[in-house]
């Protein structure tokens, strides 16, 4: 029996296949199957996976697609063959610990959802992330509201591949930022989840990677909390969990505010502001409302309200981002004064 499946979408990764594949092949687990998706890439990365194939039958399966459809869409196809009772996903310029597939698989013992902590390198500076995944195993609002808060990703976990069957829970495909649909939906849907102990996912932030970038692709960051809107009032779990998705929806518009508008660009596109705005007053009128909305960085607040007044008035945070940043500071401490 496959315990775990581990997929790897691949496009244009001969510069990093060898270090990540030679990982996946050396996990203390041995009921493991490695399946590699290459989503249409120009370089050798074709010829390394059936090179890998070839000296590994059985342990190593390709995918190869004629198109491109990015990370989402291979992840997507990588599904559809795995038989693995629990699914991983590892980027082709990351690598992992040998126990990583073992510990993970030991600690879920059927949950439908098992992570760990994990390193960022960012061109040899390591980070380290640990992670709070809340009290207790069951998934209660409690403990989804702290994965909304931010709870590490989707490749520092295995999930149940029962689980996303039952649910039909896929990557958005043909688009960037697929993570955070995909790490908030399954949050959503999991009834469990536990927290594996040790440290074994390498997470490597090339100087060429999509999130370093300061490309216009970044403003594809802007479809993602209306996709995840759209989706949730379409699968009928809106109501039921209103102040969740509601909380999320707002938080990641906040971010689209000021980590892509306003800091990416030297020039902020006020159009992109207006664009977030727009889709907040139709989606999400009443976000103030949410009961985790005061949990929110109050900076970020602050950035919110003046765009929904005038994407003109969002531009000035930057401008005036110290003074601010000192009266954050002050409220924070004059609430602290009051407690």
């Not at 001969?14 to 990540?20: F, G, M, R, S």
């Amino acid at each position: 029996m496959i315990k775990v499946s581990i997929i790897v979408p691949v496009h244009n990764a001969e510069k990093y296949l060898h270090k990540c594949v030679d990982s996946l092949l050396a996990q203390t687990l041995q009921e493991i199957e490695i399946i590699l998706v290459d989503d249409a890439s120009a370089d050798a990365s074709r010829k390394l996976m059936s090179d890998y194939e070839s000296r590994n039958p059985g342990k190593v399966r390709c995918l190869y697609l004629d198109e491109n459809i990015r990370q989402g869409g291979a992840r997507n196809r990588g599904m559809g063959i795995a038989i693995g009772e629990y699914i991983a996903f590892v980027d082709s310029d990351d690598f992992i610990e040998p126990d990583m597939c073992r510990a993970l698989y030991e600690a879920a013992a059927g949950s439908d959802m098992c992570g760990a902590d994990y390193w960022i390198d960012r061109d040899g500076a390591l980070q380290d992330v640990r992670l709070n995944y809340g009290e207790g195993t069951e998934m209660t609002p409690e403990k989804k509201a702290v994965f909304l808060s931010g709870c590490g990703y989707f490749w520092s976990r295995i999930y149940r591949r029962d689980f996303l069957k039952e649910h039909d829970l896929r990557f958005p495909e043909n688009t960037y930022y697929e993570d955070a649909y995909f790490n908030f939906m399954t949050a959503l849907y999991a009834g469990s989840c536990v927290k594996a102990g040790g440290q074994y996912y390498h997470y490597y932030q090339s100087p060429d990677s999509t999130v370093r970038q300061n490309g216009t692709h970044q403003y594809e960051r802007i479809a993602i909390p209306s996709l995840i809107m759209a989706d949730c009032k379409a699968r009928g779990v809106y109501i039921i969990n209103k102040d969740l998705i509601d909380y999320k929806y707002i938080t990641m518009q906040m971010g689209n505010i000021r980590y892509v508008c306003l800091d990416r660009f030297d020039k902020p596109d006020k159009s992109q502001l207006r664009r977030i705005a727009d889709a907040i007053k139709a989606e999400c009128p009443d976000f103030s409302k949410c009961k985790y909305y005061k949990n929110a960085d109050w900076v970020l607040r602050v950035c919110l309200r003046l765009n929904l007044l005038s994407p003109t008035l969002a531009v000035w945070v930057r401008k005036l981002d110290s003074l601010i940043q000192l009266a954050a500071i002050m409220r924070k401490k004059l609430r602290g004064r009051k407690v």
